[in-house]
């Protein structure tokens, strides 16, 4: 059996690569784009197309992992994310690169749901709480690390590098993958939902491409508006398809159980608010604060050792309040550090910035943490892997949602200002509004009963030693 330590963390590393990946080119695009001879503006299809690959290849995640083994196809996703990294690295056009892009969300597609499946069918309920506080920290670490690691690396060393690092972190994790984790699979194979797919990646991939450049001026807006239109008459159609398959590629009967359903309604309304920060936050240090990316890095890095600390305390405070509590009490305190950001401006001394960030980071990670584990506690063991998949999808919408809906925040009062230059006070009421929806996400909580995630909060005995402890 492989131990409840090293197979976390094993899966932690390579989410922290998925994850600081999608992030770390921002800050170097035009060092890129001077080097392989491209517009900055339009090297931007290198992050769109990434985010487009990764919508589109998880809907088959679950399905792999079950067809496959969660081993195999984990220490392959790990292959092909190394292969489109070397790729990126060696690319001298704009295609080339996009076209590497595109192989490395690939492997991300499979990474982060998968990485999943093996936790949860690896580690015992009772133990998931602090398992799960492992993944959750790359996906709090990698969006605020990866400007600053981009910026420092493109600065002292050559952007190539942002790259070739994943390469021996990859072979690593490749080595400990096969030495440590057991090759899970389903014990029947059940028929490929092909159609299923097609229209969910291009729902997802519509809506989500959409709602990632909304308020950008990226695209020009009838564009983005036909791209979301496009997304949701394909993820109409899919819901169709759903109801006359006894397999579809997304499970969405899921949803009938009311952990999952809080779990991931609730997840996403409260990270439409809080997946806005690390887009608005570097914004206002750097254009409204006059700092550079590398000294606004380093002060929202603080937030990413807030969510480190957390992990000492999650199953603590789980056993001790129950997930309902926490979750009601914890949506309104994280949304309420949120808010105060808006109160920085450039006469906040910088320890003040800190110690926000610090302590907004740890309710914030407790809240993804507690999320993130209550979506399994009524999944039966067969339908991990599918949870898993609806999962990753409702994540990454809610993470476009939230870029876009920050990003549609400060226009509006930019135009509502009138004068079209973006000041720092314009961050402001951007602030108050993000943290206003995640704090929404009470109304999805407060509908859960109040023993919800007892058996994974170790707050009562599990089914088994039920049935152990009546009399024979």
Known sequence: ?????????????????????????????????????????????????????????????????????????????????????????????????????????MGGAMMTPVGRVVLVRTIPKRELVNAMAWVTVPAL??????????????????????????????????????????????????????????????????????????????LPWPVVVALIVAGAIFTAAYLVHARRVEVPALDLTLFRLPTFRASVTGGFVFRIGIGAMPFLLPLMLQVGFGMTPFQS?????????????????????????????????????????LAACAAFTKTTPVAGMLAVLLIGGFFRSLQFTSINTLAYAEVEHQRVSRATSLVSVAQQLAISAGVAFGALAVELVVHWRGDGTLQASDFQPAFVAVAAVSALSILIF???????????????????????????
């Not at 600065?155 to 984790?181: D, E, K, M, Q, S």
Request: aromatic share 8%; proline share 5%; glycine share 10%.
């Open 1 to 105: 059996m492989p131990s409840n330590r090293i197979v976390p963390l094993i899966i932690a590393v390579a989410l922290f690569m998925e994850n600081m990946d999608s992030t770390v080119i921002a800050t170097s695009l035009p060092a890129i784009a001077a080097d392989i001879g491209a517009n900055p503006l339009a090297l931007k299809l290198a992050i769109t197309s990434y985010l487009l690959s990764l919508a589109i290849f998880i809907p088959a995640s679950g399905w792999t992992a079950d067809r496959f083994g969660a081993r195999t196809v984990f220490r392959a996703a790990i292959a092909v994310f190394v292969l489109g990294s070397i790729g990126c690295a060696l690319s001298g056009s704009l295609t080339d690169f996009v076209i590497a892009r595109i192989v490395q969300g």
């Open 446 to 472: 407060m509908r859960l009963p109040a023993n919800a995630g007892a058996e994974l909060a170790n707050r009562a005995p599990a089914p088994s030693e039920r049935a152990d402890q009546r009399p024979g």
């Open 141 to 218: 670490v990698g969006p605020v690390l990866g400007p600053p690691v981009g910026g420092f690396i493109t600065t002292y060393a050559t952007w190539h590098w942002i790259f070739l690092i994943n390469v021996p972190i990859g072979l690593i994790g490749i080595v400990l993958v096969t030495r440590y984790i057991e090759d899970l699979r389903a014990e029947t194979h059940e028929r490929f939902d092909g159609l299923g797919m097609a229209l969910s990646g291009l729902g997802i991939a519509g809506m989500a491409f959409g709602f990632s450049v909304l308020g950008l001026n990226f």
């Open 297 to 337: 890095g380093l002060i929202t890095f603080v937030s990413a050792i807030g969510a480190m600390t957390m992990k000492m305390a999650a199953a603590t405070l789980l056993r001790l309040f129950g997930f309902r509590t926490i979750l009601l009490v914890n949506a309104v305190v994280s949304a309420g550090f």
